[in-house]
């Protein structure tokens, strides 16, 4: 069969040629895209930000520039990070997944006195979403503890959401308790041994509370609650905001090494102060995420319930404490988990 | 493993079913259709469920036509690699005898039973950031982790073996007389090779070829460790699927897994025409 | 024979880096981790229950598609009927279809409100994130396996045996047992073990359908990758490793069988 053979040879011809198109064009040119490695469920919300950057870019600086996504469970990405995934800016949903990468020289130690309020630009909180008419009654910390309640949450191991809703439901204990460790200790097993499905990622559980029907109660980030309601309507699920929950900073960070190795410094920065301009806080606050500047808190005030935030510095005393007695392997965390 | 429906020399030949027969017949076409033919049914229903436009929407999106885009050059590059791999192999394990020769075909079929995720990781242990050669090829402005180069090893890896596996038996139940008799009228490798021992093989390497077409195209594992799901970037279709399914885009994945589907139910046809060529072709 | 020294050059050279070095690597991750933490990592809780659960579900899996197998391979040898070409041709779709879209379709049709899920769930019957999924999406993946390597060898029995069989008056029943069936056991043994093999690797199929339950629905190949996102990388690498191990003991067995089958079959000439 010449014509096949002859086929194959064409074809393989046209596949180097492309691949070497494609690579000399990374290259050669002075690369106008940056890559924005993120959390799993700010998916649609980085789009939006990204349809309105380009133009805004374009009209403040007159170049045209892409700016690729890439999501995943947070400290799964910063882990990509390190293993080579060119990010131009990270957009975290914890302090801990850029101190990783700010650890191994990606950015710089100081990183978060570079973007206001502690370089991040939104906020946003564990809370649940139960099915129509909550029927286990499901609205605060303490439901979570009772038999029979199917729980969906990612794996705090591997995702920022999933390790929120554990420090949410520790922080509410730990006032509820009084401190005492061992009843602490013993509410949180029973939380953890309702889990029904750990799935990596926050989008992932979604997808399984939502489209397998899995579980009782989603806990998620209150934006992914509201934006989920939203996307598979109201009459299926209601969302339930807790009195008290954790407060959820969602830190951002230029990844040193790779913008000065690409010469993509200025677009990575613009984008990340773009985040804090008004139109981009009005964008992300039309995701359900909540944020400072005072126009759009006022826009957006009415869809967030009121909720009484515990600060993980006065919780748990800060981060750096948060990861050396509960994230470390062998840690608070690993005490409370099923069978890991 | 080529079944031969010309060969009517051979006792178990067929028959027309008794009723116990009828009764196994009956039990093949229940299970076939629930196992086999539905999936391929529900695909079909599920990505069409929005009619004809939304299903084209679907599928010009511009992130899945670059994912699909993407699985098209990664098949056009990995094949005939792969293709060139295994007629070498193939001619190295029956032409010759050498010590070590049991421990090669080893290593050769090892891709085709290891997980792919397996395969993922030792290629991230190897070319990752912190990985053996990740960091000194780093320095030299080398980067295959998390781009298209990565997902060509990967794919390259687990479809290895997949053309030597169909051409080894062939090949030594074939024996070597051919081309001893070509090369003792004064041919060279290659006028042997093209001229005696390709039309001998074409219909298994054909097969070969196309199994592993099928494998590039679809894997999933492997892919899914090395590629940083990067959209429209590095996103596979099979990723992508994942991805819009993830994304509360159950019709998009549907769409998406629907032209995977198509191109599985070519391969079939493809490799059923194959085999009936083959099996009067090579009598 | 001309080319020794090409396709060797070729073949080694290929082998040594797409296939040797990357093992080589990891297996090099594995060996600085001694083998005390070596143990202790393969030998954890969570990583026997993932064990079992893989390996039971993967010998269900074979068990299922061995009758199965046989059922199609013997249907399709010896009967002449409409829609036979198709369902032949439909024995190849699992090689053919994309794992992710196999896990898609059979998530989708096990669901509590799916085609299938509609019926089976007031039974009490759980598939979707159950084991019973696991093994749905392997026994899908798996199915050409034994047939493939049973059709063959069954289109090959000498009627002669058969026919002296019946004339003795054995049953139909006793033929298949006695006469047919010793025949193609080896290669139905082969089948069963590739299927087993294939079994344990599945990995996108199974995804989609098992459900991330640490302890209950975690397959190894799930483990290591949610070993990897947890930036563990020793514990990557020493499952890995297990894998590995399996894949080529697996490898070796299904060699063996077919050294046995080769030899099988020149004794029954």
Not at chain 1, 4 to 16: D, E, N, Q, T, V
Not at chain 1, 266 to 279: G, K, Q, R, S, V
Not at chain 2, 40 to 58: E, K, Q
Not at chain 3, 130 to 157: K, N, W, Y
Request: hydrophobic content about 50%; aromatic content about 10%.
């Amino acid at each position: 069969m010449p014509s096949l053979k002859g086929a194959y040879l064409k074809r393989s011809i046209f596949a180097a040629a492309l691949t070497l198109a494609l690579g000399v064009s990374q290259a050669w040119a002075q690369p106008t895209d940056i890559l924005n490695v993120s959390y799993d469920v700010s998916r649609e919300l980085f789009e939006a930000v990204n349809a309105k950057f380009i133009p805004s870019y374009k009209a403040s600086a007159g170049v045209d520039v892409t700016v690729n996504q890439s999501h995943a469970g947070s400290s799964k990405q910063a882990g990509l990070v390190l293993e080579g995934l060119a990010a131009d800016v990270v957009t975290f949903n914890q302090v801990t997944d850029i101190e990783t990468l700010a650890g191994k020289q990606f950015v710089a130690t100081d990183w978060q006195s570079k973007y206001p309020n502690s370089a991040s630009p939104f906020y946003s909180l564990p809370a649940f979403l139960v099915r129509e008419g909550n029927p286990k009654g499901i609205v605060s910390w303490a439901d979570l503890a009772k038999d029979g309640v199917g729980i969906v949450i990612p794996n705090p191991k591997t995702s920022g959401n999933g390790r929120y809703t554990y420090l949410a439901a520790r922080a509410w204990a730990q006032e509820e308790f009084a401190g005492d460790e061992a009843k602490i200790e013993d509410y949180l097993k029973k939380v953890f041994a309702n889990v029904k499905v750990f799935d990596t990622g926050g989008r992932q559980a979604t997808t399984t509370f939502v489209e397998n029907k899995i579980g009782d109660v989603l806990i998620t980030f209150e934006t992914e609650v509201l934006g989920t309601v939203k996307a598979v309507g109201d009459d299926q699920y209601d969302a339930v905001t807790p009195p008290v929950s954790l407060l959820a900073e969602f830190p951002v960070a230029v990844v040193d090494k790779v913008v000065d190795e690409r010469g993509t410094r200025p677009i990575a920065e613009a984008y990340l102060n773009y985040l804090y301009t008004p139109e981009g806080q009005d964008i992300i606050g039309s995701f359900y995420n909540r944020v400072n500047d005072a126009a759009a808190v006022e826009k957006y005030k009415a869809q967030f319930p009121e909720v009484r935030l515990i600060k993980v510095e006065d919780a748990f005393g800060g981060w750096a404490k948060v990861k050396a007695e509960h994230f470390a392997e062998g840690g608070l965390l690993d005490k409370v988990l099923p069978n890991l | 493993m080529q079944t031969n429906p010309a060969d009517a020399s051979r006792a178990g030949s067929p028959t027309r079913p008794g009723r116990a027969g009828w009764g196994l017949i009956a039990l093949t076409y229940v299970s076939s259709a629930l196992i086999l033919a539905m999936p391929l049914v529900l695909i079909v229903t599920m990505a069409f469920r929005n009619g004809l436009d939304a299903y084209l929407a679907n599928i010009l999106a511009p992130d899945t036509l670059h994912a699909i885009f993407l699985t098209v050059l990664t098949a056009i590059v990995v094949v005939p690699i792969n293709i060139v791999f295994g007629v070498c192999a193939a001619w190295l394990v029956t032409r010759y005898d050498f010590p070590g020769k049991r421990l090669l075909i080893t290593i050769i079929e090892i891709p085709f039973s290891i997980s792919p995720i397996v395969a993922g990781v030792i290629y991230l242990f190897l070319y990752g950031g912190q990985g053996l050669l990740g960091p000194v090829l780093a320095d030299n402005g080398i980067k295959i982790m998390f781009t298209v180069w990565a997902i060509f090893l990967v794919s390259l890896f687990v479809t290895s073996p997949f053309v030597a596996r169909e051409l080894i038996p062939l090949m030594q139940q074939q024996g070597g007389e051919d081309e001893e008799a070509a090369l003792s009228l004064g041919a060279n490798g290659f006028q042997i090779f093209w001229n005696v021992t390709l039309p001998n093989i074409k219909w298994a390497l054909l097969y070969g070829a196309l199994l592993c077409n099928a494998r590039v195209i679809g894997e999933f594992g492997a892919v899914s460790v090395v590629s940083g799901a990067i959209r429209g970037q590095t996103n596979t279709l099979p990723l992508q699927i994942e991805l819009l399914f993830n994304d509360f885009n159950v019709s998009g994945a549907f769409a998406a897994a629907s032209t995977l589907a198509a191109l599985a139910v070519l391969t079939i046809v493809l490799k059923a025409a194959l085999e009936r060529v083959g099996a009067t072709g090579r009598r | 024979m001309p080319g020794f020294g090409l396709t060797m050059g070729v073949t080694l050279l290929y082998l040594a880096v797409i296939v040797v070095i990357p093992l080589a690597a990891m297996l090099l991750k594995t060996t600085s981790l001694g083998l005390e933490d070596f143990w202790r990592i393969i030998s954890s809780g969570r990583a026997q229950a993932a064990y079992w659960l893989t390996f039971s579900s993967a010998a269900v899996a074979a068990l299922f598609n061995s009758v199965f197998g046989l059922l199609l391979a013997w249907v399709l040898v010896r009967y002449e009927f409409p829609g036979k070409r198709l369902i032949d041709a439909l024995v190849d779709l699992p090689f053919a279809l994309p794992t992710a879209v196999a896990g898609l379709a059979l998530v989708t049709l096990f669901a509590p409100e799916g085609w299938y899920g509609q019926y089976l769930e007031p039974l009490g019957i759980k598939v979707s994130y159950a084991q019973l999924g696991i093994i749905v999406a392997m026994i899908f993946t798996s199915i050409p396996f034994v047939v493939r390597t049973i059709q063959p060898v069954l289109e090959d029995v000498p009627e002669d045996v058969e026919e002296a069989a019946r004339t003795l008056g054995a049953t139909r029943w006793q033929i298949f047992s006695r006469v047919i069936f010793p025949l193609i056991l080896p290669a139905f043994t082969a089948g069963s073990v590739l299927c087993f093999a294939r079994a344990i690797g599945e990995y996108g199929a199974v995804v989609f359908i098992a459900g991330n339950l640490p302890g209950l629905t975690e397959i190894v190949s799930l483990l290591i990758v949610i070993r990897l996102e947890e930036l563990n990388y020793p514990a990557t690498a020493a499952l890995a490793t297990v894998l590995l191990a399996v894949a080529f003991s697996a490898l070796l067995v299904t060699n063996l069988i077919q050294a046995w089958q080769l030899r099988y079959a020149d004794k029954s000439r």
